[in-house]
């Protein structure tokens, strides 16, 4: 089973959680962990994220901020098995992982590529120009 994790400075994972639920309906292969709220620590959430995770499933780790302090611990994670830390994360991969029972590494990497391809200035079109804009 796919199982993810998310943690980011702030409330961001509980609200990219909470994005994906009103997508696509409730998740529980989701942990989250919102940093630097309370005394609580990315390594106490993670070791009881952990404890729960069976010898086959596929773990995904998502960080807000590559090399920040909350992907500097995820770091920390990855000789864990079936592994694999996610750093940067946006609500259009999120999205794509929830739905997703299992996922290869080519498909993961499939799904970074498109994801980062939702990042991007969006300008209006100005190649409609209306035919009264012509006459001035």
Known sequence: MLKIFISSHGHFASGMKNSVEILSGPKSNITVFDAYIDQDSVQEHLDAFYEKVAENDRVI??????????????????????????????????????????????????????????????EQDKSEVSEDEDFF
């Open 61 to 122: 780790l998502l960080s807000d901020l590559y090399g920040g302090s909350v992907n500097q611990v995820m770091y920390t994670y990855l000789d864990r098995p079936n592994t694999t830390l996610i750093a940067g994360v946006n609500l259009a991969l999120v999205l794509e992982l929830a739905i997703r029972e299992e996922i290869s590494d080519k498909e993961l990497e499939e799904l970074v590529e498109q994801s980062r391809t939702m990042l991007r200035v969006v």
